[in-house]
């Protein structure tokens, strides 16, 4: 048998000898003395169609004729089956995140993968604050074919503000999430909206593969001027507290986030501010500046700060508020489903608010909430408010110390001035 009937390719499969195998499960081919090696990335029991369970690597040896001509038609068959697949990967290895998961997800899940794969990787082991920041605002010589982060949230929105630092159209680059932080919540949302695992294993596996699917960023303009980009959220209010105010207990993991939680519910305390926002349907208010020629994260613009707002704009009537934040993605940790109605490319920011009073009743209500975020149920609650919307303003009163987290970082403001933040989409 010569190699031309070792190797049949077909539209969505491969058959070696006697095996047929998706190509979409096939990392990598090599050849040895009596057949080929094929290395495999596969759901567990259903190949790549189906199932949720985490994908596993494996590799399966196949006796052929003519190894190398098998295993170069194989090579060139995945090649054109997966354009997209990039030839070198910058990544980013947090060593601090999750208390020092992301190190092993790199090296457990992330590496084998892309080595399978036959990707270069370029690696960024970060040794402080901002450095995963400053690599990508200084820009590429050679801009590699994606950004795979092993870590949290953090370090993955400041791969996000120094791409958009540099420059917008650095963006196109593809951009992967492997979660090793504590919340994980971009890799947990695109998992939650695709039927994946959330694992270091399926985010190298995208990555290696080319699968690409857009996400929104919002444009957040402060107070002070500046101009933030944020994939995930804008918290303020009780989540901030619960969420910056327990980074000190960053060594205890997720638990960090509930005992929090029950010190903030304590101790409940009311957030005072106006919050405005432009219903989803009113889209071209948003739109219609953009130029063609630059990107919509740079050109988008809203009302000026300093000046009121259209009448398209709502406010809402409440003035005191426990919970107010804004979601682009449906989840905030592992566990947390804010937003399950959110979508990676819905155009929207869902806004989520209670403004019940303080006191015990206050207290129990909202940790009902809380709990029924396991879930997403708390949206059917009659305390909890939910609106999907383009854009949104939020000006904390003069008194209100409260903090503002984006994508889990705190910004503050110049609140002795004028404390406002203006927040539109730009997907
Ligand atoms: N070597 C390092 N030592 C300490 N801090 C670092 C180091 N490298 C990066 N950082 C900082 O650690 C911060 C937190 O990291 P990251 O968000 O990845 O993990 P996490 O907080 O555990 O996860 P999550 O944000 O998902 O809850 C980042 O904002 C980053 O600036």
């Given at each position: 048998m010569n190699s031309l009937h070792d190797v049949v390719v077909e539209r969505d499969v491969v058959s070696i000898g006697d095996k047929t195998y998706p190509f979409l499960d096939i990392l990598g081919v090599r050849s040895y003395t009596k057949g080929v090696e094929v290395v495999l990335c596969e759901k567990p029991g259903v190949g790549c169609m189906g199932g949720s369970g985490e994908r596993?690597?494996?590799s399966e040896k196949v006796a052929v004729e003519d190894p190398?001509?098998?295993a170069s038609e194989v090579r060139a068959a995945v090649k054109a089956a997966t354009p997209n697949a990039p030839n070198r990967v910058l990544v980013f290895v947090n060593p601090s995140s999750g208390t020092g998961r992301a190190s092993k997800v790199y090296q457990r899940s992330v590496k084998p993968v892309l080595r399978a794969a036959g990707i270069?990787?370029?690696?960024?082991v970060t040794s402080r604050e901002n450095e995963a920041f400053e690599k990508c605002a200084g820009g590429f010589d050679d801009p590699p074919g994606g950004i795979l982060v092993v870590g949290g949230d953090g370090t993955l929105s400041e791969v996000v503000r120094g791409l958009v630092a540099?420059?917008?159209d650095l963006l196109a680059i593809p951009l992967g999430h492997a979660p090793g932080g504590t919340g994980n919540a971009c890799a947990q949302s695109i998992a939650h909206?695709?039927?994946?695992?959330?694992?270091?294993?399926d985010a190298a596996y995208y990555v290696a593969k080319g699968t690409t699917r857009p996400l929104d960023l919002l444009r957040v303009e402060l107070a002070d001027g500046s101009v933030v980009p944020s994939f995930l959220s804008i918290e303020w209010a009780i989540i901030a507290d619960i969420d910056l105010g327990s980074d000190s207990l960053r060594c205890l993991g997720d638990a960090?986030?509930?005992?929090a939680a029950i010190y903030r519910l304590l101790c409940l305390r009311k957030y005072c501010g106006t919050l405005s926002y432009l219903p989803e349907e009113e889209e071209e208010e948003v739109s219609r500046e953009k130029t063609p020629d630059s990107t919509s994260f740079c050109s988008t613009r809203l009302p000026p700060l300093a000046e009121p707002l259209p009448d398209s704009w709502v406010q809402v009537e409440a003035t005191t508020f426990q919970l107010?934040?804004?979601?682009?993605l449906s989840h905030i940790d592992a566990t947390t489903l804010l937003a399950p109605r959110a979508r990676l490319d819905d155009g929207a920011i869902h806004l989520v608010w209670t403004a019940e009073g303080t006191g015990c009743c206050a207290a129990l209500n909202l940790a009902d909430t809380m709990i029924k975020f396991e879930d997403g149920t708390h949206i059917d609650k009659t305390s909890v408010n939910t609106?999907?919307?383009r854009a949104f303003r939020l000006v904390p009163s003069r008194a209100d110390t409260s903090r503002l987290a984006i994508d889990g970082e705190e910004f503050r403001g110049p609140s002795a001035s004028s404390p406002r933040h203006n927040i539109t989409t730009a997907p």
């Open positions: 596993r690597l494996r190398s001509a098998v270069e990787i370029d690696l960024v540099r420059d917008a909206q695709c039927g994946d695992a959330c694992s270091g294993v960090r986030f509930t005992l107010a934040m804004a979601l682009n609106i999907k919307c």
